[in-house]
């Protein structure tokens, strides 16, 4: 399990009240299927997110953002318990949705990428490690139902 420094903690809660999830989340989803075009294949109910404008302007991928953001706000008020509060959706994206664990790390990625544009005035360099720190225990909870 993860240790985590009072520091740390303070540091994590510090970037997430920042974060407005609903600018961020659809910037986040969008960048994954651009950058990595091969995840669309998971959004198959989403529709047209065959080329950038239309992942750009696809509402499906802009509320989509929002929920996986959405779900990471939990892991923050609760950075001791992250293996507990993903083991279902774990499950789910394992089970039923069958996605490749290795894209959890690419949006991870995405979500630094984001924050650090966003907050590039205020994230030093330990803040920034200290947030991947916090989303590479989020991956590592989301594979640990993988089997
Ligand atoms: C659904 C979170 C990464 C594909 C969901 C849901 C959440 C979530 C909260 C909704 C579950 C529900 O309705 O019960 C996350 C988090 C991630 C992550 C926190 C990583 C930080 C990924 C990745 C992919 C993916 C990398 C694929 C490339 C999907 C799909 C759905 C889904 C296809 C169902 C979408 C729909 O039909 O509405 N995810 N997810 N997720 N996720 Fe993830």
């Not at 399990?1 to 969008?30: C, F, H, L, Y």
């Not at 198959?44 to 953001?69: E, M, S, Y």
């Not at 279902?88 to 994206?93: G, K, P, Q, V, Y």
């Amino acid at each position: 399990m993860t240790q985590w420094t009072d520091k740390e903690r303070s540091m994590v809660s510090a970037i997430w009240e920042k974060i407005n999830i609903d600018e961020i989340g659809p910037e986040v989803m969008a960048r994954v299927l651009i950058v990595y075009p091969w995840t669309e294949r998971y959004f198959g109910t989403f529709g047209d997110i065959f080329t950038t404008t239309a992942i750009l302007n696809n509402a499906k991928v802009a509320a989509h953002g929002k929920v996986v953001l959405k779900a990471l706000g939990k892991a923050v008020t609760d950075i001791d318990n992250i293996r507990t509060i993903y083991a279902d959706l774990s499950r789910l994206h394992y089970e039923e949705l069958q996605v490749d664990p290795d894209n959890f790390r690419l949006l991870a990625d995405c979500i630094i990428i984001a924050v650090a544009c966003k907050l590039r005035n205020t994230l030093d360099p330990q803040s920034q490690a200290t947030l991947q720190k916090f989303l590479y225990a989020v991956v590592e909870a989301l594979n640990s139902q993988y089997c």
